[in-house]
């Protein structure tokens, strides 16, 4: 077996056999491809896609290049969601403790922010004294002792992605379906959990612009799961305008502890509970009642059990950057457009994410919205508040949000649009 035959196929729009998928990823995690031939068969993949044979083995074989984690032992159910990114999605902060809350074993391994969209574990370490680096014993406590928990992925974890992943995203090949597909469902599967709920996005904030594309990604993702006995939900949500009124570690973390005592904006919470009930329903727990877990503090209790139980301080309170500018809304009427790609990008200039994986994030910096669209705005009342801790940087963020990013019309109908889109199961 040799890479060049095996690009050659692929350019050639062939499908590749289950013995030179195997060969290859296991070829390459050992060190024995070179980084220039791997990218090459990515873009050829990005080009020509693969079929449904050739995506299970593929994902197949990058799970067996690592450890499985089990969860047997657990005495409830376990269940997982998984968002494919966007901005200001902060869901997975009060979903963890309130699926928790109903009853199933919720663990939740997470990644970093990189580009526009932002990460669980950057969010979550602006709790003063939070650690998201747990050895698979420490994790296992913490979610027999708290219900939940929200760690980093072990390096043991589908290697063969690790690498692959780093390499896609240097080289343009990130936006291929089987190439996503793969990717996240390797992690879930080899994570270990019994039931597994997909939150798609859509829109100019997510990876999938239209809907078409961001099924065809469920519709994958979701075969790939139940096939692998994972029982697999998908939800189609929107990603057009962000989620909730904050985009920024610190203060998405506030926003979430909001939602957790009952509050926060309608949509993190309408979303919260629809992902929450799908999860419960997948892990064979369909009577629980979310909603009343939130009203009754039962899922604020697992959040500061489970925060406490790695190092954070639940009460301590959270950074604020050291400069906010503020952004007015430029005449009356309906504000109609707010674009999540554009608020994205802004929020990562002013430091709330990285260009580099090694790069520190700033904990307070972000963008914090004072409407939603569809909300009624008056002319020079506050819009956006820009915060981050090196004013410098407010130049770049305010262009991002320049042109057609920020709409205000006169006479639209006020009200917003839905948040699910559709559902794959
Ligand atoms: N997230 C992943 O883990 N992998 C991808 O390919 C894209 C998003």
Redesign the pocket.
Known sequence: MDAITVIRAKRDRQALTDEQIDWVINAYTRGDIADEQMSSLAMAILLNGMDRREIARWTAAMIATGERMDFHALDRPTADKHS??GVGDKITLPLAPLVAACGAAVPQLSGRGLGHTGGTLDKLEAIPGWRAALSNDEMLGVLRDSGAVICAAGDGLAPADRKL?AL?DVTGT?ESIP??AS??MS?KIAEGTGSLVLDVKVGSGA?MKNIEDARELAETMVGLGNDHGVRTVALLTDMSVPLGLTAGNALEVRESVEVLAGGGPADVVELTLALAREMLDAAGLPDADPARALADGSAMDVWRRMIAAQGGDPDAALPVAREQHVLTAPADGVLTGLDAYAVGLAAWRLGAGRARKEDPVQAGAGVELHARPGDRVRAGEPLLTLHTDTPERFPAALEALNGDAVRVSADAEAGAGPIVLGRIA
């Open positions: 494919t990114g992943y896609r990130v190439l996503i990717s996240i992690k990876f």
